[in-house]
């Protein structure tokens, strides 16, 4: 294969920095857009450690009498949070529509998300006194407890913009990541002038009406989601509804120790589905007892706490139950659960004396010529769990957070009987801090039809997504510009030829250990088992995804030697889609070098079939140049400068033409159409605007 200086794939090079493309289009008020939100940003920083009771009345509309409350509930919450730590301690009970007081439909509340535990309490009806203990569960899997808690209406985020139903964003991260505008008019929220922010985003509308006066909190706002917006993850659609209205009003605020806090108000939310509007559902707010800067320590604050006697499942460990006594967890051992150990030790005493595994690292003969060697493999290899190998995963992973890949690529898409239909070979160079990203790829074939690209890129700032097409006809060269960082994931999974060495199958947008962290049932193979050469351990889980088989190879860093997936009819692919068809897909024959003290993948056969079969779609990825920790700062990895002035520009919920010009989108002006503006009573200056 012919090689390619990278200097000439990334030809102008890389980058001036992209802080602020107008969007909108309203290039006048964007400073004043951007220094609005930044003060909404601020405010609720000022809340990240907090302690808080939040009192919530939730009901809905009756639909045969309108003054009549149903599901009538009411929550009273101790909540305390510290950036990534929250605990709620408190309880639900429930009323009748006459407003009556339900018995057995009562639960107390008590849930934990801290430095290394999630633990939640099941105490439900405890008014009736049953005998029965109270349960709990806990896990180390912290992905996204924080965000669901503080997200979950009755517990009290709502108060500070944090809402479920757009993956875990909060308001102000919504604002931020659409197409931002600011009303020229104020407006008044319960006597109280505010600012209007919008923005259209993939999640929906976003309108927050933010008071200067006030601290710049948001007095109100509203999340309106169509069929197509994201919800959860999927669009909107697929929950069986046309519409979602979300608001939020204040109507209560106090000022404590220097800081405006919201401390009381009613969130609506209202939907449509295909056979009409459905009953409003309500909850109404009030915070007391803030406290901004709470001794953590002396509270006793994130820590596990639960009723004496509860039984507690830690999933870490299945298969044995706990009991909650003076403060430690207890092991609950009864007849089947010493059953269990005993099978379980009769095992790793079996592996122990299987000759086939060897201890770590003793000397043997070797070929019968005397000479020592050490010895590569595990003992007792069956000694680790599932969750120690996938933590060691991503420890791996972890250490390849930061890095510049250049690659090449061999493509080949196939049908059922073998014939090729497509074949491929790029050139690629991929920039990653664990966060922004830049991939750019150049064919090497020597004929490209007319309707593919010759290079391609795609870019995640930390603020737009930017995509360019160069094709041999300059004139058909096409960018596109977003503030969508979900696209990050998308792209990188789609486009990114190495993106199997990074933990991503086809199919999905997540990394591969986040998937089996969320599935139905998984296990450990009870012995070893060599691929490639490598003696690994084998994990099968049943997810909503597909059945997944992973190989990882503990002698190279616990990093991954081969994958095997099948995904049946109705499993989920992408975000939330269905499949259609059988779908499958393989990760072989992976090559490690060390590089830095790291153990990296650098090589591997990749395929996937679709359809049943009736597609193969098989490639080779080769890193040729791995750069680990890079200074990215230095090297401007994350600049947008490989974009020829004068390329036409789509920004996404934007109808006006624009083009790149000077390493960012300006508006398209066709001289022949200008006017010249009179100067008006209010601004003396004569400008030239095009005609609409």
Known sequence: MNKISFSILLKLGFFVGLYGVP??????????????????????????????????????EDDSNPNKKAHYRKYDILHRRDHNRIELIGQRVTFDIEGSYVPGRSTFIRELVNNENHVKLYFHNPDLGTNRPPTAKMNS?????????????????????????SDHKSVADLLSNGNLQLHNDREDINNVSCRVLEAVTEYGKITAWIAPDYGYNALKWTIQKTERDLFRGKPLLAEGLKMWVATFEADEKQKIKDVFVITGGLFTLSMTDQFGKKPIRYHKFKRTEVDLNPDFEALGAFQINLPEGTVVSNEDIPGIKFIWSNGELVPYINKPVMKQIDEEAGKLLKEKINPKYKPYAIMEESNGAGSKRESESLTPPMSMTVSE???????????????IAGGESTFEIAGKSGEISREEKTASEFRYDGSRVNHR????????PPCKACYESFLWDGKSFIEYQENSDSDKNRASVSRYDSDKNKMIAKEYKGAALMGICGGDYERIDLILGKARSISLRDKTDTTGGLECYVIEANTKRGKYKVWIDPDHGYNIARIEVQRNKRNLIHYMESLKAKMSFSLKNVRFEKIDDVWVPMEADIQQTEDNGNKIIRWHHKRIEFVLNPDHNTLKS???????????????????????????????????RLRRILPSQKDDTCVWRAHD
């Open 23 to 60: 969007i909108s289009g309203q290039v006048d008020t964007l400073p004043e857009v951007k220094i609005i939100l930044d003060r909404y940003r601020n405010s609720l920083s000022k809340l990240q450690t907090i302690s808080m009771k939040v009192n919530c009345e939730s009901w809905r």
């Open 141 to 165: 899997n912290l992905e996204g407890k924080f965000q669901k808690l503080l997200g979950h209406t009755p517990y009290g985020g709502l108060l500070d913009g944090y809402l479920f139903g």
């Open 389 to 403: 190998l996938l933590t060691k995963y991503q420890a791996s992973q972890n250490r390849l957070r930061s890095f």
């Open 441 to 448: 790829v150049c064919s090497l074939n020597d004929e490209i």
């Open 638 to 672: 994350f600049v947008p400068d490989d974009i020829p002035d004068g390329t036409k520009v789509e920004l996404t919920g934007d109808s006006k033409k624009y083009e790149w010009r000077k390493g960012r989108p300006v508006a398209s002006v066709e001289p022949r």
